[in-house]
């Protein structure tokens, strides 16, 4: 009987309990190697948008991540000839993140990153979200925390180099964490 009871308790207890489970995500995450410029060669944490955009479906050893100009990419691109074929690197703001993968996406881009606005965050990931347009976008976009993208935009502006060259994805699983090129700056 006092089995019986605790089963019964047990499942009350997990239906109970089961809507805020649920809600409780644990991100998926995306990494990139940043190959250069040399003092940003970091494996860097980025997230796939949850409802819209593309996946990787390709490994790129060695492709351009282009700044975008300007950095919102809400509408018309000042370089979007050197984005296309290439992954682009925007800001937060201004517009809806689906948005901006739509523009990055009409100027012939793989994918887009889209770094946090607030250069201090380290270690809050947003969910990206569809916005009420009903678009869509094909192109896998990405969110990066704000340091991170400050930090490789800061580096390129340091060096006068028009983009980063990365690789992306990268299988962390198979790098030993002895290995593991981190960003100081962020907590992992």
Request: glycine letters at 8%; one cysteine or more; proline letters at 6%.
């Amino acid at each position: 009987m006092l089995f019986r009871t605790g089963r019964w308790l047990c499942l009350v207890l997990y239906l109970c309990a089961w809507p805020f489970v649920d809600g409780l995500r644990v991100h998926e995450y995306l990494y990139f190697q940043v190959l250069s410029p040399g003092d940003i060669r970091y494996i860097f944490t980025a997230t796939p948008a949850k409802d819209f955009g593309g996946v990787f479906n390709t490994r790129y050893e060695q492709i351009h991540l282009v700044p975008a100009d300007p950095p919102e990419a809400c509408g018309e691109l000042n370089n979007g000839v050197f984005i296309q074929d290439q992954i682009a690197l925007v800001e937060r703001g201004g517009c809806s993140f689906l948005s901006k993968t739509r523009v990055v996406q009409e100027h012939g881009g793989r994918a887009v990153i889209i770094a946090d606005n607030a250069y201090d965050n380290d270690s809050f990931y947003v969910e990206m979200i569809q916005d009420s347009t009903r678009l869509t976008a094909d192109i896998p976009a990405l969110f990066l925390l704000g340091r991170d993208g400050y930090m490789i935009r800061r580096s390129l502006e340091q060096h006068g180099l028009p983009w980063a060259i990365i690789s992306i994805p990268v299988n962390v699983t198979s790098i030993p964490a002895y290995e593991m090129m981190q960003p100081p700056w962020t907590f992992w």
